[in-house]
């Protein structure tokens, strides 16, 4: 609720697993209530209701997602990315996002209005973890460390980004912030880089420890 | 028997000390200075060294050999197809692991590699330690510690790469990837070298095999112009949906991925870090980024600077100034007259050494001070601090951080800054910027403005057209923004440390740059001296004069005189006060202009043309009309704006 968008209990509970199989780990219940961090009993009655819907099957004392599934955290996780980076959150922002109204087609919208290209999509939905615990790197405050999780925007900047060192799993600290949105310095790799706000706020990262 | 002549090419990342090293090789004088992106066109020398000639390349300094920016193609370009004989792979030993993503890049592309592990004496000075022989043995290429600067284990290098192309010892680096990546590429390279041997025989195709991986379009455009260039890119695309489906991530994140993890291990391995303190340098880094007090003291760098161009230019010039009207200038009439028929005689003395007089007393103090100041400046690494604090603003003007290196380094010449616009990676952004930063005044434009408002009014109404003139840049920036539409791109730049600049370097580029400024400045003056008294003797300078006179007396308000030397002043703009003393016989411009005309004259000096220098720097980077529309421009601007200057100065008690 920390951000302003619910948290839908059930795509948590199978984004959990899809991150416990990237990860190359087991997905059993107790697995899975870890990972999700909520209750066991909660999470057996969230995957029955998953079975019934048919994101995720049991599959010897295992769960996996379907492609259904599979599906569904990534509509999540474009959603998200759409609600906090596609716009500002100013009221500039928000009135845009007013104005698009309720956007059926997630993947192309994000493609042809926002300018992500087809493969961030791909890592994004790949990406392990929850999708609300990253946020663009420009919202850290100096002396915060955190790890990358992918680089959106287009192809040459995103490579670019990777290879200045900022490849997912890097560990960057924010060593300065000018003020008004200005730019930001980060050490990464034992050298410093300076990104402009807008270059920043297109690293997302998950702070470390967190 | 190995070749008399060989090319080597000296590659690397930027600011890792290149040009340092190419200067110590060749006995050169390349561009070094602490920030990122100053060698912008390759460079050649030559060196002879037991019986060979070396020819040796300089490259621009390149983070990867993508397809990124203009740099990275040509050099990528003249690496795989210049075939130089080796090259040399100058990195920083104090970011090993971000430096190695690059030399394993040039590992797989199967260059003949030797490396240059730079900055060794920095880097122990930061407590890192770097075990070269260790390093040699994981990557398999000689690796030599050098420290540029001063030219220690330049020898050790020379030899090595003597030794290679001697054949004794071999540079055939390894590069790996995890072992499903080597799988498949190598299933990919062997399907690549038997399909296609055109390109396989300039490309060595395992690199085009990870090119592919990677969706590199200039490597896939290349395949696909081949007949079996579909069968390829299928069995590519294949290639890639395997490998993304064992690692779950995009292909060219797990190319990256890989690289960075085996740098990471390798730098590991060879690097002991001693406990980390924090030094001098990084508690001056944080100071002069910090997000309040950063900004007074850029203001107080660039107003010191200039303060310190006052008080020193101001009292060698008046020594100056008296040494040549009391002892040089009679001796030399004398010397003249006795050898020399009346009519020439006047014509040289009057002229010729009037203006040399000028040029020595007016130009040098000026410039000196402010070309030592401004090499230590670049020296120290406040250029990119500066860059970093300017980004919001410069994104006002449709740019972004880095073009304010420009700016800055049109304090001292617009040509350079017209080449340095190169830093900027896309070409309106480049013509912006260069189109903004000829309008800061250089070093002959300094010379103006202080040794008139500054000699005669004082500092502070000097200060004050400079600040003037950087709100101009930021207006006429902001309408230039207006006129070429774009979505201004971010900033990404390194950071380099801060370094007590090297006083041999700062001494160097101050006399190589002073230097130059006299070699080209003086012929100007004593031409451009010689054709004005020449016109002055023939009588045409009343007509020429009364001509002007509408726009320089009625409009600008100046006295008719000026207008002619405005005119010489496009070759050279301190022609424009140089000769003004030349014409009105006394060096007292006090004689000569109101204090209000000396600003006006200054303002219009300024900013009413780029010298004829300037416009062939911009013809060369961006054409004809751009490099003329610019110069008209700036005319109609200067015009305007002396006049309003004039009319508003005037109603001032
Ligand atoms: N302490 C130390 N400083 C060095 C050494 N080599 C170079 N430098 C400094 O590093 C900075 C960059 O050197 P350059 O030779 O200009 O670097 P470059 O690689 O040509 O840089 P670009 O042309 O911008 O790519 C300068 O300030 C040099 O004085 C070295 O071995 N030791
Ligand atoms: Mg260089």
């Known amino acids: ?210 | 028997m190995a070749k008399k002549e060989a090319t080597i090419a000296l590659a690397g990342n930027a600011n890792v000390g290149k040009s340092a090293l190419f200067n110590q090789l060749t006995g050169a004088s390349q561009t070094i200075g602490n920030w990122p992106g100053k060698t912008v066109e390759k460079a050649e020398g030559t060196l002879f060294f037991m019986g060979r000639t070396l020819r040796v390349i300089d490259l621009p300094g390149i983070y990867s050999l993508s397809t990124f920016s203009i740099e990275e193609m040509i050099a990528r370009e003249y690496i795989a197809t210049g075939r130089p004989d080796v090259i040399v792979n100058v990195v920083d030993a104090s970011s090993l692991e971000r430096n190695l993503y690059l030399t394993l890049q040039l590992l797989e592309m199967e260059a003949p590699l030797i490396i240059a592990l730079n900055q060794v004496d920095y880097a122990s000075k930061r407590g890192i330690r770097v075990d070269a022989k260790r390093l040699s043995e994981l990557l398999g290429v000689p690796v030599i510690p050098t420290v540029a600067i001063t030219g220690e284990g330049v020898e050790e290098l020379l030899r090595a790469i003597i030794d290679y192309l001697d054949g004794k010892i071999k540079a055939s680096g390894k590069d790996f990837k995890g072992k499903e990546v080597e799988r498949i590429l190598e299933k990919l390279s062997k399907a690549i070298a038997s399909n296609l041997p055109e390109i396989s025989r300039i490309y060595p195709p395992r690199w085009l095999a990870i090119k592919l991986l990677e969706g590199d379009e200039d490597v896939e455009g290349k395949v696909r112009s081949h007949e079996n260039g579909h069968l390829i890119m299928a069995l590519a695309e294949a290639a890639r949906e395997e490998l993304e489906n064992i690692h779950g991530e995009p292909s060219q994140v797990v190319m990256a991925s890989e690289r960075y993890g085996f740098a990471s291990r390798i730098a590991k391995e060879v690097t002991q870090f001693e406990a980390p303190r924090i030094s001098i340098e990084e508690r001056l880094s944080y100071l002069t980024t910090h997000r309040v007090l950063g900004y007074p003291i850029l203001l107080a760098v660039i107003a010191s600077m200039f303060w310190m161009i006052f008080a020193v230019g101001g009292r060698l010039s008046g020594i100056l100034d008296d040494l040549f009207e009391e002892i040089v200038l009679p001796i030399g009439k004398g010397a003249i007259g006795a050898i020399l028929p009346e009519g020439v005689a006047g014509l040289i003395a009057d002229g010729v050494l009037a203006g040399i007089g000028a040029g020595l007393s007016i130009a040098l103090p000026f410039i000196i001070p402010f070309y030592a100041l401004l090499a230590i400046l670049e020296d120290s690494g406040y250029l990119p601090r500066a860059a970093f604090l300017m980004d919001n603003l410069m994104h006002k003007i449709g740019l972004h951080g880095k073009a304010f290196i420009p700016l800055l380094l049109g304090f001292g010449c617009s040509v350079p800054a017209c080449l340095a616009c190169r830093i900027m990676e896309r070409d309106r952004e480049r013509f912006l910027a260069a189109f903004v930063a000829i309008l800061i005044p250089c070093a002959a434009r300094t010379v103006v403005i202080m040794g008139l408002v500054g000699a005669y009014l004082g500092l502070m109404p000097a200060l004050a057209l400079y600040a003037f003139d950087l709100a101009l840049v930021l207006l006429v920036g902001r309408l230039a923004y207006r006129a070429l539409p774009g979505e201004p791109i971010g900033l990404i730049m390194e950071m380099p440390p801060y370094r007590m600049p090297s006083w041999r370097i700062v001494m160097r580029k101050t006399w190589l740059r002073t230097k130059s400024f006299a070699y080209v400045a003086f012929p100007y003056i004593v031409a451009g001296s010689l054709i004005l008294e020449a016109i002055k003797i023939a009588g045409w300078l009343d007509p020429l004069a009364d001509a002007m006179a509408p726009l320089v007396v009625q409009w600008l308000g100046l006295p008719k005189e000026a207008g002619i030397t405005l005119i010489f002043g496009i070759l050279r703009k301190e022609l424009t006060l140089i000769l003004l003393a030349t014409l009105a016989g006394t060096a007292n411009y006090a004689e000569i202009l109101s204090p209000i005309q000396m600003i006006v004259f200054s303002l219009v000096a300024m900013i009413y043309f780029p010298c004829i220098s300037t416009v062939a720097a911009l013809v060369k980077e961006f054409g004809w009309r751009k490099a003329v529309l610019t110069a008209l421009f700036d005319i109609g601007l200067a015009i305007a704006l002396g006049g309003l200057a004039f009319r508003l100065l005037s109603l001032l008690p």
Not at chain 1, 6 to 29: N, Y
Not at chain 1, 62 to 83: N, P
Not at chain 1, 154 to 161: I, S
């Open chain 1, 1 to 210: 609720m920390d951000q302003g968008i619910p948290r839908d209990k059930l795509t948590e509970v199978i984004e959990a697993i899809l991150t416990l199989h990237l990860e190359g780990g087991r997905a059993s219940a107790i697995d899975v209530a870890k990972r999700a961090g909520l209750p066991l009993e909660e999470v057996e009655a969230l995957l029955r209701s998953g079975q019934e819907e048919g994101l995720v099957v049991l599959d010897g004392g295992q769960y996996r997602l379907t492609a259904k599934g599979v599906d569904a955290v990534r509509e999540h996780r474009m959603r998200f990315v759409h609600e906090r980076y596609g716009h500002g959150r100013g009221p500039l922002g928000c009135l845009r996002r007013l104005l698009e109204g309720d956007v059926s087609d997630i993947l192309s919208h994000l493609k042809t209005k926002h300018e992500i290209d087809g493969k961030s999509i791909e890592e994004i939905g790949a990406a392990k973890g929850a999708i609300e615990e990253a946020l663009p790197l420009s919202e850290l405050r100096e002396g915060e460390s955190a790890i990358v999780l992918y680089p959106l925007g287009g192809l040459g900047l995103r490579r670019r980004l990777m290879e200045m060192g900022l490849v997912p799993g890097t560990e960057v600290t924010v060593l300065r912030k000018a003020p008004f949105r200005g730019p930001i310095e980060v050490g990464v790799r034992g050298t410093s880089l300076a990104l402009g706000f807008g270059v920043a706020s297109k690293v997302i990262v998950k702070r470390s420890g967190a």
